[in-house]
């Protein structure tokens, strides 16, 4: 049963939104900790965390106070001025990834783009090869800005929009002997993510990581890694990276950076902090006051909180849960990932069967393409949030 706002909300989307995304017919009016409330109060545990962006829990009382706070003494200048909380967002965020300087935007697509932007730069002023190749990797995702869009390696978000942005090469995940044949005195830079999200959650082992931070130093070019997704804690480190032990040249982050106010990230250090001259970059909005001090208040809540401890435990208990259901009989093919940001490939194509009929009984799960689930859910999360999810999965899932 719907309701009166409901219908006429629906009504007032249909007519004038443009129809990109495929609604849901529910209306979420409130937030708090794990759980999203409609108008009529029915609660559902969020286990997609506006896909991996309020790592916090939605509407954490110390961040809205910051926000209020910062909202009513300071929300915009312009970055043609100094203002405290950018510089400081900037310190810790250099502290907690080992770069040295951070460029501020408002999306992943758009620090993503930086990183590509000062790649291609590089090739040019730096390096001066201007036949420069960056390569990524099959499957990836790096935002849907023509340049971002031209780094990302699936034909269903290219194909529309070509000729795409030259110069980007594609290689297979995780195919070491690839990796090493593709990398020449041409190539500017590597782009990837250490867990592709979009693509499936795919990790991108431990050892490729090294040796594309080898082959970088071997023929001076940029590790330009994505942590938009799998950054900011939610494989149970600040940085997917850091479990690798290696030192990226830059980290393009967002998502969790603002814990649900949009703001990213394009951090870098050594020659990459080098490349480009004021006036060759820049944006109205990125880090703003208001958005800087949403990520301070993030990056206190996640240390006060202990939320990497957290996200490594609870994750490694949602992961045996998954494998146990798994071991039941469940139609699961295999579970994946780090910490939080799970992957569950399904043996039958009913992944969005799953992802409706979990909807109907309050859980949130998503669908990525028929048989993959993800599961990124709020960092906050405890063990008997996991067995509530697992009990409606292991239902729906017997009647799928
Ligand atoms: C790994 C990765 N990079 C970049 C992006 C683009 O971020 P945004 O949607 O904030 O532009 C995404 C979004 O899903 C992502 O997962």
């Not at 794990?34 to 009382?61: K, S, T």
Request: net charge negative; hydrophobic share 40%; with cysteine.
């Amino acid at each position: 049963m719907t309701t009166l706002l409901h219908d006429a909300i629906a009504e007032l989307d249909q007519r004038y939104v443009l129809p990109v995304y495929r609604r849901q017919p529910v209306l979420f009016v409130r937030g708090a900790g794990a759980r999203l409330y409609d108008e009529q109060g029915d609660a559902y545990l969020d286990f997609l965390a506006g896909i991996a962006v309020c790592n916090v829990g939605h509407c954490h009382p110390q961040l809205v106070e910051r926000l209020c706070e910062q909202a009513h003494t300071l929300m915009h200048t312009s970055n043609f001025f100094l203002t405290e909380p950018q510089a400081r967002l900037a310190q810790r965020l250099c502290e907690i990834s080992g770069m040295e300087k951070a460029f501020f935007s408002n999306s992943g697509a758009e620090a993503c783009e930086m990183g590509i932007k000062i790649a291609r730069k590089f090739a040019n002023a730096v390096k001066k090869t201007p036949e420069y190749e960056i390569l990524t990797l099959e499957g990836s995702f790096h935002g849907r800005t023509m340049g971002a869009l031209s780094a990302t390696m699936q034909p269903k978000y290219q194909d529309p929009f070509k000729p795409l942005l030259p110069g980007f090469r594609a290689l297979p995940r995780n195919d070491i002997d690839a990796l090493r044949n593709a990398f020449s005195d041409s190539t500017a830079a590597i782009l990837l993510e250490p867990i592709q999200g979009e693509g499936g959650i795919y990790s991108i082992s431990d050892e490729y990581l090294k040796e594309a931070r080898r082959l970088c130093d071997r023929y001076n070019a940029l590790l330009i890694v994505d942590e938009v997704q799998a950054g900011f804690g939610r494989t149970g480190r600040w940085f997917a990276y850091q479990h690798a032990g290696v030192l990226p040249d830059i980290v393009a982050t967002a998502k969790g950076l603002g814990g649900g106010f949009p703001i990213g990230a394009c951090l870098m250090r050594g020659v990459a902090t080098e490349v480009l001259q004021a006036g060759e970059h820049g944006t109205t909005y990125g880090g703003n006051p208001l958005a800087c001090t949403a990520a301070l208040a993030v990056i206190e809540i996640i240390e006060q909180e202990h939320l990497l401890e957290n996200a490594a435990r609870v994750g490694a208990y949602l992961q045996a849960r998954l494998h146990q259901l798994q071991a039941s009989g469940a139609p699961i093919r295999e579970v994946r990932g780090r910490g939080l940001m799970v992957g569950v490939e399904l043996t039958q194509p009913i992944a969005r069967t799953v992802f409706q009929k979990a909807l109907e009984r309050r859980l949130i799960l998503n669908a990525i393409g028929e048989t993959i689930l993800r599961i990124v859910p709020p960092l906050i999360i405890t063990e008997s949030d996991v067995d509530e999810a697992i009990a409606i999965l292991e239902a729906v899932l017997r009647e799928c």
